[in-house]
């Protein structure tokens, strides 16, 4: 994906959810290296065989994003409401951690596990699908 596609999809979607992280909703800032930077985020992963296509991205702040790592959306957004948003960030560094340590093939088990098993996850991309995505153009 070329880097003016990728910036106008970050700014449509943005823009469709409110500009706010899709995660711990804080206001995104549009551009830079910090926290609540808009980045792209992928809901299916792409270690448990998600896409790049738009119907598989949202905008997450870069904090989210980096606390996410490969774990399921469903998973993280959990863990946000549960412990808040620095606590769910250390979780999911620690979850990562974890996983990169039984090597890849161990990773896209485990993300592949949440992904089959997760209603949660599909109700939320029917949803997703329903209210927020729309074809860019």
């Not at 500009?19 to 830079?32: D, F, N, T, V, W």
């Amino acid at each position: 994906m070329g880097v003016l596609r990728r910036v106008r999809l970050r700014s449509r979607l943005s823009e469709a959810q409110g500009h706010r992280c899709c995660y711990c909703g804080i206001a995104l800032a549009a551009s830079g290296m910090e926290d609540d930077s808009a980045t792209l985020e992928h809901v299916i992963p792409l270690a448990a065989g998600g896409w790049s296509g738009w119907m598989n991205i949202v905008v997450a702040c870069r904090f989210c994003n980096l606390g996410r790592g490969a774990m399921m959306a469903t998973t993280y957004f959990d863990l946000v409401r549960r412990f808040g948003r620095a606590a769910a960030h250390a979780k999911g560094r620690a979850w990562y951690k974890r996983q990169m340590s039984c090597g890849p093939d161990g990773a896209k088990r485990t993300c592949r596990k949440q992904h089959f098993a997760g209603p949660v996850y599909r109700a939320l991309r029917h949803e997703y699908r329903q209210r927020i995505a729309s074809p860019p153009g």
